[in-house]
């Protein structure tokens, strides 16, 4: 028996989660090691080599370093679950005008419960990731926060991990930074680990082609939404695009239309195949709502709240004001920020701690206007 218990790491053959399974095993931890198989490289239509945390290469590192090291390691097959709510809502999200973040729903509906339950079946109490986050308990809750490495920190995406899933996680290379987590890999004789190039690209779109991907995925998509409109804020036509999918809110370049001054997407609208197009201060809103909200500091919210609010991935964030208003959160931006795109998420910060996080919407609720 070991004496901090039996862990059950996720490894997807890159050097963050290998590390954390290394230092796992040597804070003494009873190590299990498990990767999923979410896609098949092969029917994703890019050119690229098999490089990303599904791919064969990928899972023959995992298990060779889980043989290495002594510890138990298993391949589950979780394509279908993956395919059902993570593919299909990347489709369906584009298809409604929005843009998705497919990392939040994955972690959110599929690797965090599919830990879990494989935890339970081979009777681990804790369940590890190579995220670049930290988890805490601070008064019955289950707080996530900024990883140390401020430009790996991946809390952004972890706002919907579920409280039942938190109380058991432990995040190993939250307290590093890249750099060092490259050196522990060469100390431990992992040479070739330590000189792996990071993958940042959707690991079902490996050559990072989006609009290539909805074209093999619906069918005379092309076809059906050719020579929708281009028209201004006042609904004045400039010009004819390409499918109102393969547009999103910010977009500047690929546009493929020449108006003099340079222009962006404010709006999309799906009903009717229409893009429309403004100015960089158009492009600006201090308000907006995010649905689907979890809470992760707080149960909920009684009463309005200062916080920073990142509305992508690299974003740095702006001060807000949160207020929860049924089952959705207004924020109220103290200086207008640029780009609020729908589908993707909104993450509150508390400091470095994660109060929530939802999705974007696309407008008001009728409800509440």
């Known amino acids: 028996m070991s004496k901090k218990g039996r862990v059950l790491m996720a490894m997807s053959g890159g050097i963050d989660s290998s590390v954390s399974a290394m230092l796992l095993h040597e804070e003494g931890y009873e190590v299990v090691g498990m990767t999923m198989k979410t896609w098949d490289y092969s029917s994703s239509g890019g050119g690229k080599k098999e490089t990303g945390c599904c791919s064969l290469d990928s899972i023959n590192d995992a298990r060779a370093i889980a043989v290495e090291k002594g510890f138990p390691h298993y391949i589950i097959d979780i394509r279908e679950e993956f395919g059902n709510h993570v593919i299909d809502n990347f489709v369906e999200e584009y298809l409604g005008g929005r843009t998705p973040n497919p990392c939040v729903k994955c972690n959110t509906h599929i690797k965090w419960e599919a830990l879990l339950k494989r935890a339970d079946m081979l009777n681990c109490e804790f369940i590890a990731t190579g995220h670049y986050a930290n988890v805490r308990e601070v008064n019955g809750r289950y707080v996530v926060s900024k990883g140390k490495d401020e430009w790996k920190d991946q809390s952004y995406v972890l706002w919907g991990v579920s409280q039942a899933c938190l109380s058991r996680t432990i995040f190993p290379v939250g307290k590093y930074h890249k750099p060092e987590i490259r050196k522990m890999a060469e100390e ?180 509440l206007n």
């Not at 093999?216 to 028209?231: C, T």
């Not at 004045?236 to 977009?251: D, M, N």
């Not at 709240?305 to 049924?326: P, V, W």
Request: hydrophobic share 35%; proline share 5%; glycine share 10%.
């Open 188 to 367: 431990m004789g992992f040479h070739e680990l330590a000189l792996k190039p990071e993958s940042y690209e959707i690991c079902f779109i490996p050559d990072n082609d989006y609009r290539s991907f909805l074209k093999r995925r619906v069918e005379g998509i092309e076809e059906k939404l050719a020579n929708g409109l281009f028209v201004n804020s006042k609904g004045e036509k400039l010009g004819h695009h390409r499918g109102y999918p393969f547009y999103t809110i910010g977009q500047r370049k690929g546009l493929e239309i020449a108006l003099g001054d340079p222009v962006y997407v404010i709006d999309i609208k799906p009903d009717t195949n229409v893009v429309v197009l403004g100015t960089f201060e158009e492009l600006q809103t201090q308000d907006m709502w995010v649905k689907n909200v979890n809470f992760i500091k707080v149960p909920s919210l009684d009463q309005p709240i200062e916080a920073l609010t990142r509305i992508r991935y690299k974003d740095k964030g702006a001060l807000s004001t949160i207020e929860q208003i049924g089952d959705r959160v207004k924020v109220t931006f103290h200086s207008s920020v640029s780009a609020v795109t729908p589908g993707q998420s909104a993450v509150f910060y508390d400091g470095d701690d994660v109060i929530g996080g939802g999705f974007i919407e696309k407008q008001v609720p009728h409800e």
